[in-house]
């Protein structure tokens, strides 16, 4: 090996011995700061330890003439901290154990008192204030069932067509149940209740008309102050696509049908063979004729034809009503139960004769648009105000 290249191994072991001895120089100061700054931690911490006997012999060595008392409050000063804590503990003990634990049961002695009285709890009446229908149907053979509520054990008076036909009396309920004893004949009947103690009229009629057919096409209707509601329905009066749903005879000698056919086809309307007028179906397949017939005799037999036309005028459908003409009850109004497709103007002129007249329906049925109205809406037609 040359010299050259020893000359050189030689400056890098020496440059490698530097590099190691500073290395080792820098960990020994690292270690030395953290041995001071570990010590000043401990000497800060240092304040609650007890002195060591060294600390003691010297203090004793250069302060030979400290007394106990002395010695007594350097041991105070040293642990007044664990001191402060027991005695926290030990007033958190007393309170536990004197304080909140409860006390021994005490005997109370309660002076006898008299037994309570127990009564019986009555049972809520119902606030009828007025006698009120629940059920009026026509059976079968001809006689009329009749059914209601009003105050418990109270008589009350059925009145048909302004007269008392019978007097019941009410359960402890507040029911009565009255069957007629002999069928009535076919006609209209207006049927009120009248309360005999106190005397008080019934808010609610119930129309009955009672058809020569039978019950099957005989009507029930409670009219009411915010309508009328069909009790007994009838049997619809049919042919093919024409069905008769009402026949409405009013106090002013006014003729009203109502019905169901084919749409944009006429539908007219005779009494005893006299042409009274033609309507055309509506779109949603409802019609409503109305026609002056003037006063018909009570008691005399007549015939309502309604006919269903085609578009040549030729007859397709035709539905006969007879009926013997009944005694008028003088009652003001009347009901009609709104189809899709009605409007007041079109209900006004067949119940008042003029559709001009729809704002007074508007007025009693509290409508304010009246062009606003609903299809099974119930409507009260002042027909005995015109």
Not at 5 to 23: C, F, W, Y
Not at 74 to 103: D, E, K, N
Not at 350 to 371: H, K, Q, V, W, Y
């Amino acid at each position: 090996m040359s010299k050259h290249s020893k000359n050189n191994m030689g400056k890098t072991k020496r440059s490698t011995d530097d590099l190691i001895d500073e290395a080792i120089a820098q960990q020994n100061d690292w270690q030395e700061n953290r041995r001071e700054y570990t010590r000043g931690f401990l000497k800060s911490l240092n304040m609650f330890a007890k002195k060591s006997q060294k600390n003691t012999e010297n203090t004793q060595t250069d302060k030979p003439n400290v007394n106990s008392t002395d010695k007594r409050k350097t041991r105070l000063r040293a642990y007044w901290f664990p001191i402060l804590c027991a005695f926290v503990v030990i007033c958190i003990a007393i309170w536990v154990a004197f304080v909140r634990t409860p006390q021994p049961s005490r005997v109370v002695v309660v002076p006898n008192l008299a037994e309570p009285i127990v009564q019986p709890v009555k049972q809520k009446k119902q606030d009828i204030v007025v006698p009120e229908f629940d059920i009026v149907r026509v059976q079968n053979d001809g006689n009329i069932l009749i059914a209601g509520r009003w105050l418990e054990n109270r008589g009350l008076s059925i009145m048909v067509n302004n007269k008392i036909i019978a007097t019941e009396q009410t359960n402890e309920y507040g029911e009565f149940v009255y069957v007629t004893m002999n069928p009535w004949k076919p006609g209209n009947y207006t049927i009120a209740l009248v309360g005999a103690e106190p005397e008080v009229k019934s808010a609610d009629k119930v129309f009955v008309y009672i058809s020569d057919a039978g019950a099957a096409n005989s009507v029930s209707l409670l009219m009411t102050k915010d309508g009328s509601t069909l009790l007994q329905a009838p049997a619809m009066l049919t042919d093919g696509d024409l069905r008769v749903s009402k026949i409405d005879y009013l106090n002013t000698g006014r003729v009203v049908v109502t019905g169901d056919a084919m749409p944009r086809l006429r539908v007219s309307l005779a009494l005893d063979g006299k042409y009274l007028g033609f309507a055309r179906v509506s779109d949603h397949k409802h019609f409503g004729l109305g026609a002056d017939v003037g006063e018909l005799e009570t008691g005399r037999e007549y015939e309502l034809a309604v006919r269903l036309h085609d578009g040549d005028g030729r007859t397709v459908a035709t539905v006969m009503h007879k009926f013997t003409m009944p005694e008028m009850t003088g009652d003001d109004d009347t009901y009609y139960t709104v189809r899709r497709g009605d409007c007041l103007w079109i209900i006004a002129r067949n119940f008042l004769r003029r559709g001009i007249l729809f704002s007074i329906i508007a007025e009693r049925n509290n409508i304010t648009n009246p062009d606003l109205i609903f299809p099974k809406q119930e409507l009260q037609i002042p027909v005995g105000g015109n």
